[in-house]
């Protein structure tokens, strides 16, 4: 028997096997539109499902199919489906599993267009939701309602940087036969696998850490044969959020250096969450892989390192984080994450500006809250910008 892979080899060869594209080493783009039946009748059977085949490519492409292949087996899922964005990828996943009176329960936090989309589906078709801490049994339990349809989760959550306890959820979700969807962009699936959690369905948006070049918008999402091809077939086939061939080409190619990545993204940040510890400007740092986290625990049981984001309150109010993101000169002011460069953004202005000021205090987002997402540059270069910034506020 073929003794199963390791992640570093999977993520180079899993789902493409060059002898069947003339020896191509590197997976070739099919940038068509739709494909020909040799007959009537065999179109006929595609159409009906009898058949193997391609009809149409917001129906399925070879390109496209060898990311999903690789996505499924790097999550240690049964299937991927590949999406146009991140958002499309929640959207779907989110809309397949809910119809009007049901209710979501979700992680204190979710990104920004996930909270819309969650107002969206409740105004216009009475699907509620609400959110939960969910650091204790307790208040997961007490969140959880007769309709409740769906546990949505972020972990970490953006940006203090809290974990969710995965087997916590599942545990509590199963006893009541609740599917568990988890948002795992922040991880990648090189430090995080919610599947092997028990959890139904991972989302990523591959945008940041899995395309890595800050290049593609791209949703990826994973979980058991039936419910992707459920999926498939439904809200993405008649939404239509798909993936271009090129995009999921470059993303192929993004995702061979995803484990070399994230080690120089954990690298980096843990040197300068150790040099941010010393700065005196610094009240307080976010970052789930520092032992004194109060996330590192769990962060332990179910990441395999603590990621490429630090958040930290400076000692200062709004201008003076405004004027510390203006006196940078390597690290770029940008909302994005995962990227080679070294991205700086202040949620309470930016990603989470839509949040009501009362909400964000709760969250913990203030006014002196700063995001980092750590590059790959030399960890030396991005802590003389900032040290160098820091010292002029
Ligand atoms: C955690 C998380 N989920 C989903 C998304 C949406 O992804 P996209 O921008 O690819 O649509 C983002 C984007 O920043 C995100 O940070």
């Known amino acids: 028997m073929k003794k199963e892979q390791k992640f ?32 009537a009748e065999q179109g006929e059977r595609r159409f009906r499902g009898e058949e193997d085949g391609y009809i ?15 996505i499924a087996s790097l999550e240690n899922a049964e299937a ?49 939701h609400s959110f939960s801490m969910m650091q204790t049994r307790e208040q997961i339990e007490e969140a959880i309602k007769p309709e409740t349809a769906c546990i949505y989760v972020e972990t970490p959550i953006n940006p203090t940087m809290l974990l969710i306890d995965l087997q916590l959820v599942v545990e509590i979700a199963k006893e009541r036969n609740i599917p568990v969807v988890v948002d795992n962009t922040f991880s990648s699936p090189y430090l995080q696998n919610p599947i092997d959690f028990g959890c139904d369905i991972v989302v990523h948006s591959a945008t940041k850490y899995i395309g890595g070049h800050g290049d593609v918008i791209a949703g990826l999402i994973v979980g058991k044969a039936d419910t992707i091809k459920n999926i498939a077939m439904t809200t993405l086939k008649d939404i239509g959020g ?5 995009d999921a080409w470059l993303l192929i190619r993004g995702l061979k250096t995803l484990p070399v990545r994230m080690d120089r993204h954990c690298d980096n940040a843990e040197k300068i969450v150790d ?25 332990k049981k179910q990441m395999r390192r603590g990621g490429g984001l630090i958040s930290f309150k400076i000692k200062g109010n709004k ?9 940078l000169q390597l690290i770029k002011i940008a909302v994005s994450l995962g990227d080679a460069e070294t991205l700086i953004q202040h949620p309470a202005t930016m990603t989470h500006a839509v949040v009501p000021k009362e909400s964000r205090e709760q ?23 900032l040290n160098q910034a820091l010292n002029q506020i």
């Open 8 to 39: 570093e080899t999977k993520i180079i060869h899993d789902g493409y096997s060059s002898k069947d594209f003339h020896g191509s080493l590197v997976p070739p783009i099919y940038q068509t539109s739709t494909f020909s039946f040799e007959t």
């Open 56 to 70: 149409y490519t917001r129906l399925g492409n070879p390109t496209v199919k060898m990311l999903e292949d690789r």
């Open 80 to 128: 991927g489906l590949a999406f146009g964005s991140g958002m499309a990828a929640v959207s779907a996943v989110l809309i397949s599993l809910t119809k009007s009176n049901d209710h979501i329960l979700c992680s204190q936090g979710v990104y920004g267009c996930t909270f819309g989309l969650l107002q969206m589906m409740q105004e216009k078709y009475g699907i509620s």
């Open 242 to 246: 798909v993936l271009s061939p090129f």
């Open 275 to 299: 040099e941010l510890k010393k700065h005196s400007k610094i009240e307080s740092i976010y970052y789930p892989g520092d032992e004194e986290s109060p996330a590192f625990d769990v962060m």
């Open 319 to 327: 201008e003076e984080a405004q004027r510390l993101l203006n006196e």
């Open 363 to 385: 969250m913990g987002i203030t006014d002196n809250l700063i995001r980092l997402s750590v590059g790959l540059e030399s960890w030396e270069d991005i802590w003389n910008d």
